[in-house]
């Protein structure tokens, strides 16, 4: 399996909520530790979408149990929850 | 004192009153209409509100509409009709089938669940749409199906496929909400919307469909009063008696595991909890359920405020017009 670092996935999440949610506005992005619900800025609705992306782009699956703010509530999360799902 | 359920207890006789007197104002001096629409589900909501309308402005002045389709429970047609012959006022029957069917309304749904069950047959599987419950992170829905053999299998929708499940289903809410002005025009009434709070605050309707309306005469109320109201405005214990459904599926479909983490009952206290600053732990006492539970629910009300604020919002200009004010 190819591994992904942090650093890496934290790029990737940035690119895709600056694109799809801001429009490009890239002087918005999310700080890496943002809480999406507390900020606002990605709603659930959101979160699945970030899902939906991030099972597309490193080919990983995600269960019903890990839809958790653990796992999904900041760009910082997020990628620690690919590195652990890309065995990382 | 110890926080319970109790909190919900009004006065039905003044507070019908004082709904009454705002729809006669409202209705007459704001909208400037002759009347109201009442779509009638066979419902508690929609009973009550036709209840209500009728009490503030005769029987003369309420038109029923019952609109029926494909996947409505076969009990709908009698429920709301009891309701137009109770309370005596003019209704009529739209059957939806036919415009749904040309809006490719449940061919577009039945693609949808064909991403998860490749084997799906409307005409001889069921299916509904499911809430995932309480304590269980964010909120995503599975389809569940069941067999023409009778076996139920459930699988969490992909975003996509979730939204065009959901968009196709909404033409149903939009189409009766067409046919509601199609008669408000004729008739130069206006239309009613029947949510209660719950529905109202968790944004728990379709925007441009049973969202849309010109009068919401209950959508202060928590859903425990709307039955508490509805009895004692008369509506038929058949209704009163019937647990809350979407009648939007074809599998039966409880709106609490559709949209509310819990029992309307529970999800009301919550919600009255949460709204007057009641500690978790005190709502979790008298609900005899856990702390962390309603926490959980705390956060997933405020939650669904966020996500379903949109639905709320009028159409957002980019320049104020300041001589058109809302």
Known sequence: ?????????????????????????????????????????????????????????????????????????????????????KGG | MAFSTSVLTMNLEAEAERICGEI??????????????????????????AALCTRALGKDRVFGLHMPERDSSSETLSLSTSISDTFGFESTVEILTPILDGLRCYERRDDAIREVFPDFDAKTWKSKIVLGGVGQGYNAYSVVVETPSGEIKRQRLPLKAYLQVVAATNFKQRTRKMLEYFHGDRLHYAVTGTP??????????????DGLADIKPIAHLYKTQVYAMAEHLGVPQDICNRAPTTDTYSLPQGQDEFYFSLPYPQMDACLWGKNHGVPAAEVAAALSLTTEQVEWVYKDIDQKRSTTRYLHLSPQLCQEVSEITH
């Open chain 2, 196 to 209: 209660n709070r719950l529905e109202y605050d968790q944004g728990f309707f379709v925007k441009g469909g």
């Open chain 2, 24 to 49: 006669r104002r409202v209705v007459g001096q704001v909208l400037k209409r002759r009347g109201v629409i009442v779509a009638l589900s066979g419902g508690i909501d929609s009973s009550c509100v």
């Open chain 1, 1 to 85: 399996m190819v591994r992904v670092t942090a650093e890496e996935a934290q790029q990737a999440i940035t690119a895709f909520i600056v694109e799809n949610f801001l429009f490009g506005n890239a002087k918005e992005a999310p700080a890496p530790a943002a809480s999406f619900l507390e900020t606002g800025l990605v709603d659930s609705t959101g979160v699945l979408e970030i899902v939906s992306f991030l099972e597309g782009k490193y080919g990983i699956s995600v269960g019903d149990d890990e839809l958790t703010p653990q796992n999904l509530d900041s760009v910082a999360n997020l990628a620690a929850f690919v590195v652990r799902k």
